[in-house]
């Protein structure tokens, strides 16, 4: 069965370049990997996606190996207000079905 | 206002009765979906639908039942509301089969 594993936290300084790595494995060639922020009492916002190599955004970067058993959300320079919880997401289509595979979530907190 | 919305925001039932949450969405999206999130724990999927009249179980769909006679509504029925049923309840909705949008979420409380 597909799995996703993230580190339960993380912490960072304002301005640094932070890196969050989601592990996940038996996904497909096709299968999409999508990153999720969440602020207390909202939904879940988008923030990128991608199924291979490196995808770039105005927000952030996203860097899936050629084994595609990770992915590592890249946030640069961050500030205050990224101080909130990041999903990622595997989206797989196993057997005519269609199964989301979620992240427990990481903390992240940014100190000043 | 284009969006996704979810009504009540708020909701405090009694162990028993039924309860309806509504879910809307204006962006014409094929998939629609129901997750709920307990405290300080992460997502995890009850029902999503790929279209209209078409649904699938999640993670966990027991005591929960979902219809979709048209596109934009997604409503959530707890048939006999349980404690363990009080959570915060996302709906969300996607054109491409990845990208979901969430709405702001319902808390329910069960007494």
């Known amino acids: 069965l597909a799995k996703t594993t993230q580190p339960i936290s993380m912490d960072s300084y304002e301005g640094q370049e932070v890196n969050i790595t989601c592990s996940h494995n038996n996904i497909a060639t096709n299968d999409y990997i999508t990153w999720y922020q969440q602020f207390p009492s909202q939904g879940p916002r988008f923030i990128i996606q991608g199924y291979k190599t490196k995808v770039t955004n105005e927000v952030a970067s996203l860097f899936i190996p050629a084994d595609r058993k990770s992915s590592t959300l890249s946030l640069p320079r961050v500030s205050l207000s990224d101080t909130a919880v990041y999903y990622c997401l595997v989206a797989l289509y196993m057997d005519s079905n269609y199964q989301l595979i979620w992240g427990a979530g990481t903390k992240l907190i940014i100190k000043p | 206002d284009a969006g996704i919305t979810q009504s009540p925001r708020y909701k405090i039932t009694e162990t028993g009765r039924q309860v309806t949450l509504m879910c809307h969405q204006t962006w014409s999206h094929s998939y629609m979906f129901w997750y709920r999130q307990d405290l300080g724990h992460g997502l995890r999927l009850i029902y999503y639908s790929a279209a209209a009249d078409i649904t699938d179980k999640g993670e966990v769909p027991d005591g929960y039942v979902v219809s979709r006679s048209k596109t934009e509504n997604f409503p959530l029925t707890l048939e006999s509301a349980t404690r363990s049923q009080t959570s915060v309840y996302f709906c969300?909705?996607?054109?491409?089969?990845?990208?979901?949008?969430f709405g702001p979420g319902t808390r329910l409380l069960v007494l």
């Open positions: 969300a909705s996607s054109g491409a089969q990845e990208t979901q949008y």
